[in-house]
């Protein structure tokens, strides 16, 4: 098992069967973190530095219980209190950090784009956890897992990716995924939060929920990133949850079979119905938070190895 790259960067740049590499081996870390002992030595020796530039709960628990559960030693930077707020640049941090040998970065930033500027400027790998609007890989890959091991395969599926698409990098890295996985897929939201480029995406386009949900397999929910929101977008909250709130009327027009996955954090009564994201017949967003974990294990542990296989050819080379 092995992928061509050094970083994990986003899912343009995967290949079909390399995604196929990381979701077979993060179901066997599924398998590892289901027993009463969880633990690896694929990063043992490792040195894994977590640096998260905007906040985020589950994104950086699970990568940290990932690489701890590998072996690693893991180190989280608060970049809120760090000399970035003193006006160092990301390029001087990245040179910093590159000094102390880390093998593993794992960076969220809140700008596009960033996190390919620090992995031109460090020796080590690097995974992006989220770079503004542009991708969120791991998630991608977790939604990926969910839906394999829910469906039993990941192509030929209809799924609705519902909400905030314009601002949403998760969506951008799903749509990315599931159309090289030769699925289809529907891009359901308010003309007003579809992405400029909606057109050259290669998918299907609705504003209405009922004719967006009609048949698929998957729903896909969204939360409105109002962080990332300069103006108004929609109406009122009130208003968007009436036209484009999941709840048991418009998830009738999906099949019976139909699973609801969010990548979280949840607005109950805004983007979802709660009854519909507690629903264990259908909601799978706690299977995706287990998924998560095992995919990101599994990313790390591929990366590693590549880092490996770097040094032995080092080695052969000055032998």
């Known amino acids: 098992m092995t992928i061509r790259a050094k970083h994990l960067l986003g899912i343009e740049n995967l290949a079909p069967d390399e995604i196929t590499t990381i979701l077979d081996l993060a179901d066997q870390y599924v398998d590892l973190n289901r027993r009463q002992v969880k633990h690896s030595d694929a990063l043992a020796g490792l040195t894994q530095i977590n640096m998260f530039f905007e906040n985020s709960t589950r994104t950086q628990a699970s990568f940290e219980i990932a690489g701890k559960r590998l072996g690693a030693d893991v180190m989280n930077m608060a970049m809120q209190a760090s000399s970035i707020k003193k006006g160092e640049t990301l390029i001087d941090t990245a040179l910093t950090l590159n000094a102390m040998h880390p093998d593993i970065l794992v960076v969220r930033h809140p700008h596009s784009g960033a996190v390919n500027l620090l992995a031109s400027k460090v020796n080590c790998a690097v995974l992006n956890a989220g770079d503004g609007k542009h991708e969120h890989p791991t998630q991608a890959l977790l939604d990926a897992l969910t839906i394999r091991r829910k469906k039993g395969r990941l192509h ?30 529907r891009l359901v939201g308010p003309p007003t939060l579809m992405p400029s480029e909606v057109k050259e995406l290669g998918v299907e386009v609705y504003d209405d929920m009922r004719e967006g949900l009609k048949d698929v397999d998957v729903v896909m929910m969204l939360r409105l990133q109002r962080e990332r929101m300069d103006g108004g977008f929609i109406p009122s909250e009130r208003e968007y949850y009436h ?18 996955m969010h990548p979280g954090p949840m607005n109950r009564g805004v983007e979802i119905d709660g009854t519909i994201a507690d ?41």
Request: a negative charge; proline letters at 0%; one cysteine or more.
């Open 243 to 260: 036209r484009y709130g999941l709840d048991a009327e418009k998830l009738s027009y999906a099949k019976d079979d139909a699973i609801v």
């Open 156 to 185: 030929r599926l209809s799924v609705a990716i519902c909400g905030d698409i314009a601002h949403s990098r998760v969506a951008r890295s799903n749509i990315l995924l599931l159309g090289k996985m030769e699925n289809r897929v």
């Open 279 to 319: 629903d264990i017949n259908r909601s799978v967003i706690q299977e995706q938070v287990e998924m998560g974990v095992a995919v990101r294990m599994a990313a790390m542990d591929l990366l590693a190895r590549n880092l490996k296989t770097g040094s032995e050819d080092e080695q052969a080379v000055y032998a």
